[in-house]
Structure formats: C-alpha cells, structure tokens
C-alpha cells in the first residue's frame, strides 16, 4: 500500500521568516496537553542545512561511552500521535533535531540479540543487533510552542535485524495526518548522557488501559460457584488462572492489579479485577474486588460476548491520588461466529493457560529510555515552508521540512539476561 496524506502546511515557502510567523500563530493550539506517557516522533529529511561542526561531545548511553563531533543536521522530529494513542502529543514543544555524528572513539563492541519492546501494542517486539551509532537527536523547541522540553537526547543506532512490517499506520503530527506502512527497525535510539548532564525521565500519566492476551484452557475444571473474593486465598482458591499487572498513579506511583479467572460452565467464564486494600485506604494484605464480569466463547474458541462491554475498572482511587478509570481490552467479541474474528485477545483452547497484560502508558522507568525508529513507506510531499529550531547547538536555525523519512516510537531496550532496561547511570 502507497502511504496516503492529508496534508497540513503550516505556511508555504518563502525567503522570509514574517510571512511564515503569520500563518502558523493561525494554526497553533492551546497549551497544557496531556500526554499518557512519551510521545512518538515522526522524522522528516531537510533541504540545504547549513554544516556545523561541534566537537568534543561526550555521550553516554549505558552500552557505550564515546567522544563525538556534532556534523550537519540530519532530521527534525516532530511529536506525534501513532494510530489515536496520544492525540495531544502534537500539541507538545517535544522536537528533536538529529545531527550525525563523528567518533573519536570505537565502541568497545557490537551488540547482539538486544531485545526491544515498544510501549506502543500496534508495534511487535523485536531483536536486533546494534551496529554503529550514525547520529544525535537533541531536544530543540521551535516556533510553534516555547520551551521548555522534557525529554532526553539520544544515540541512535543502525540496527540489524527485527524485520517485522505494519501496515496502514495512522499518525498526526503538527504537520499533518497520513496514513503508510511501517517497513523494518532501521535505527535503535538509545538515552543518553551528554556532557555530564542529567537524564530528563517524564513521569509516566496514570495508567487507563490494560490489555490483556491470551488463552483460558477450554479443558480447565469447572467451578460452578464462582470466584470467592473474600481474601486473595479464597481468590485464588476459586479461580482457574490469574495474573498481575502494574499500573501508575496520578502520582506515578506503581501499584498492582490481580486478575481472576474462573471456568463457570461450557464457553463459560467469570473474571474479577482485584488489589490490595490497603494501597487504597483499606487493611493491608486484604483483597479488594474492584470489577468483575463474564466471558462467553464460541465452539471455536474465539470470544462471542464481554459482560459488561466495554469493561472498566472505575474509579480507583489509590492513596494520596486522583480517581482514575481503568478500561480493561479483553479483546473484541465476535457474537456472530465470524471466522477468524475475536481472536485480538483472551481466547479459549485446549491447552494451558498462559496470558500476557500490558498497561498502557508504562515505559517501565518512568520515561522513555529508547526510541525504535522505522522506514517508512510514505508520502513523497514535503512539508513546505522553514522551521525555526533552538537548541544547546543552535539558536534561530531555520530549516526547511522536506519528506518524511521514519517513524520512531517509545521503547524498552534490554541486553540478554540483564535485570532491566539499557539507560545511563543514574
């Protein structure tokens, strides 16, 4: 499929900065959006910018340490919303300018078998193999809306490997709405450390949607009764499978939800959303239930009805935060038996019970700490007009937005069996 554009310029090209100011103070929103979590970047090419050379840019990103020079810039990144996750992303001052780079010194080795996790359900996980690092993307704020930014600068990568396609992305950036198909992991941008300088994490938004993946044994015994909710003993007494998620706070705090699932009659099942009462002004080790409901399946193991629909944990109220509505995606019923349908989430087989649960806006430390970049196969139209960029490099550089090369969204990168996520030292 050709990517598809609804083109959105923010002023025509001209040999003059006024006439641009003018129609952009058209076109720019109001501050305070609220993003649940860091944003996409969608990356766009630019025409004739001028050389820089800044040397002596020590970078550290966890893998490697290196003294680098600063070249020309390469892209600039606008904050982007990928398929409606974060609709007032493009509201953000977030902008990254990348510039190659030049090493004065090799990295010690390359990376084999990273494993990287985007925070973005549409995108797969993948494993790479890091190569050498090719650039710097450095937080810069343009015209549109002052500082100041609040994300990291990062190292990319070229990376081998992770060949996985998605088609028919939906993104919104500033400068547009399109539609494209996401080619291979060309670039795994990593946070870095420059000059010393603290990494900047955004506290991750409360969490409002847990998906949950996977399969409930269509052989599992039955338990007419029901989930017994009395304590977490009689929970998991009663129930056939469970599983936990960990879900962020008004406060960005952690707290964590357990599942249940009991096996009440033939494609019948009863599921409860339980935590501890006491993160919840309540005693401490008691379980409280929070939801329940039921799942019915089809004979083919597909899910046919979700009671309530659409189920919500509502109004969890965590001590010392705001109350926070949690929507649980168990996955689409297929009431009809439609073949192939509902089957995007909590299937019933006969085999064993294994699920995952993911919550939505969790980049497990508080922040983004890699971005997976993609080729795109997009539209060739350029942006049109010039970009005022400011940044630690640079003051009042104009650049002009040519095509749109590559989308890259939040991730987790993490070496085999290493106990958490690359990122610089604190």
Known sequence: MRGRSDRRSFGEAACCLLPL???????????????????????????????????????????????????????????????????????????????????????????????????????????????????????????FVPGPTHVNHFTCYRVRGGRKSIDDVGVEDRFRAVEFDVKRPTRLCLATRKNGEPV????????????????????????PGGIDGATFETAFATSNFSGGVDVIDSRAARHRLTMFFTRTGTNL??????????????????????????????????????????????????IGANAQDIELDLGTPNPIADPGAGRDGLVQLAIPSTATFRAQGDSGSGGALALLCYGLRAPRQPVGGLLRIDNQFADDLLLQPARLRSLCVPATATLPGAPGPIGPTP
């Open 21 to 143: 100011l003018a129609v952009v103070s058209l076109v720019t929103p109001a501050l305070g959006a609220v993003v649940d979590g860091p944003p996409a970047y969608t990356c766009y090419g630019v025409k004739r910018a001028p050389r820089q050379r800044v040397p002596g840019v020590v970078i550290e990103t966890g893998i490697d340490t290196a003294t680098v020079a600063l070249r020309k810039v390469q892209h600039v990144c606008a904050p982007a919303s990928a398929n409606g996750r974060d609709p007032a992303a493009r509201e953000l001052p977030d902008f990254l300018t990348e510039y190659g780079i030049r090493r004065f010194k090799r990295a010690i080795r390359r990376v084999r078998n990273l494993s990287v996790v985007p925070q973005d359900d549409a995108f797969p996980p993948v494993v790479v193999d890091l190569q050498r690092p090719v650039s710097l993307l450095v937080p810069s704020t343009t015209q």
């Open 200 to 223: 900047t994490e955004r506290p991750p938004g409360p969490t409002t949607l847990v998906k949950v993946d996977g399969n409930l044994a269509a052989n599992a015994p039955l338990i």
């Open 269 to 318: 099942w009863e599921y409860a959303t339980g935590a501890d009462h006491g993160e919840l002004l309540g005693d401490p080790g008691d379980l409280i239930v929070l939801s329940t409901g039921t799942l019915v399946f089809n004979p083919d193991g597909s899910l046919s009805v979700v009671v309530p629909y659409p189920p919500i944990v509502p109004g969890v109220t965590f």
